[in-house]
């Protein structure tokens, strides 16, 4: 990868060592949803494109579809006979056969099911976004008004970094984490509790059992929303809170300076159409709220924000946060995008990451006044449903 041309941002945090952790004993169940759709002629490329592309890796040709998917794989120092806690087996060993794909790591539980990476660099990104949710929030991991949680769970957790602090921010509760990676990190506080989980499926929980259900970036992971808050009213206390922290994958500016021609309309249409052909969209954000009351949700509130697309505004704390948006996106956009370019979409290698490449200069536009909306929404089931 070529050397960053974004720094990080000032308020340089230290992000918790991420080593493996054990979780419940699963069967397999491969589940590959992407299929090729289309693949476009190659596009001809400027010179600065074509370097980027090029430390990006597009000359990399794609892999041939292999028989034994595990065949690639690496291993990652987890020792699986690991345990966690009196309730949890083993973690499968199937569990931790990751696959890789054009130089990145992808999760093996429910293979395919997910768009991101789970390497380094992955988690990396995700624990960036973490750090600009605080700053988003002044520092709150919350914005519902919850009283001494005792059960709280947190939905498709990435590294565990939110459940960790949450167990630290309430030492009385118990804290649950669930993803299909075991990403978290070994060391975490007593409360603390990942588990290997495929949320889109029954969950197995105890009903009304959570005092507080969270979700944050569960956008392109999710193929019913419906069913999914279904389940989390289902398993959520009376009375109890459920909060989904979600912002947009479409810029957009409110002072015309993003023309209709603009490189980051194109971004965010085919952000949105790949998550569409891979069967989870990419719309939450705008949708919480209606979904939530749907599902038997009450007192839903819907807070909205703003992620400059880098630090273009003049606004102390935008302007901050733009900055750590502009470095996650220019390091993260090859894990956002290139499964669902490549998978779902048809795409070669090479022409995604040319695609990439056009975004990483748009990055670096100051003149565009562009950001991603936002949304937190939380709501509480009721005492009596
Ligand atoms: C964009 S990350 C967000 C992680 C975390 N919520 C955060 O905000 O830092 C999405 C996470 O959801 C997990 N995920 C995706 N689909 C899932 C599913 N069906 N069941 C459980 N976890 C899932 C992924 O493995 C990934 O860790």
Avoid at 151 to 163: H, K, M, R, S, Y
Avoid at 219 to 241: L, R, S
Wanted: proline share 7%.
């Amino acid at each position: 990868m070529a050397a960053p041309t974004t720094s990080k941002p000032d308020d340089a945090f230290s992000l918790h060592s991420i080593s493996q952790d054990s979780a419940i004993q699963l069967g397999e169940d491969p589940s590959l949803h992407a299929g090729a759709f289309f693949a476009p002629a190659e596009p001809h490329l400027p010179p600065d494109l074509a370097q980027d592309a090029h430390d990006h890796g597009a000359e990399q040709q794609e892999q041939p579809p292999q028989d034994d998917p595990f065949d690639d794989a690496e291993d990652s120092g987890f020792d699986s006979g690991s345990l966690l806690g009196d309730e949890t087996d083993t973690l499968a060993s199937s569990i931790m056969h990751y696959r890789m794909e054009n130089g990145r790591q992808y999760h093996a539980y429910r293979d395919g099911a997910y768009w991101g990476p789970n390497d380094e660099l992955a988690k990396e990104i995700l624990d960036f976004a973490h750090h600009m949710y605080l700053l988003t929030l002044d520092h709150k991991l919350h914005v519902a008004p919850i009283r001494s949680p005792q059960t709280i769970l947190d939905v498709g957790t990435g590294t565990g970094i939110w459940a960790i602090d949450m167990a630290d921010q309430y030492p009385s509760a118990t804290v649950i984490g669930t993803d299909l990676s075991p990403i978290q990190p070994e060391w975490v506080p007593p409360n603390c509790h990942f588990e290997i989980d495929d949320v889109s499926l029954d969950w197995t929980f105890p009903l009304d059992h959570f005092d507080f259900i969270h979700i944050r970036e569960l956008f392109g992971c999710i193929p019913d929303w419906d069913f999914f808050f279904e389940q989390a009213y289902a398993h959520c206390k009376p009375g109890g809170w459920i909060e989904i922290v979600e912002h947009s994958v479409e810029p957009i500016c409110d002072d015309g300076s993003m023309g209709p021609d603009h490189f980051f309309h194109l971004w965010g249409k085919t952000v949105v159409d790949m998550g569409n052909i891979f069967g989870k969209s990419f719309t939450i954000w705008a949708e919480s709220k209606a979904r939530m009351e749907k599902a038997g949700f009450v007192d839903v509130v819907e807070v909205t924000y703003k992620w400059p697309m880098n630090g273009w505004s003049e606004d102390r704390k935008l302007k901050n946060i733009g900055r750590w948006n502009q470095l996650r996106l220019h390091e993260g956009i090859e894990g956002f995008m290139l499964r669902l370019l490549t998978q779902a979409g048809g795409w070669s290698v090479p022409r995604a990451q040319v695609f990439l490449a056009e975004m990483r200069k748009a990055l670096r536009e100051y003149k565009t006044h562009a950001y991603l909306p936002g949304t937190v929404v939380y709501g509480r089931k009721p005492l009596r449903s």
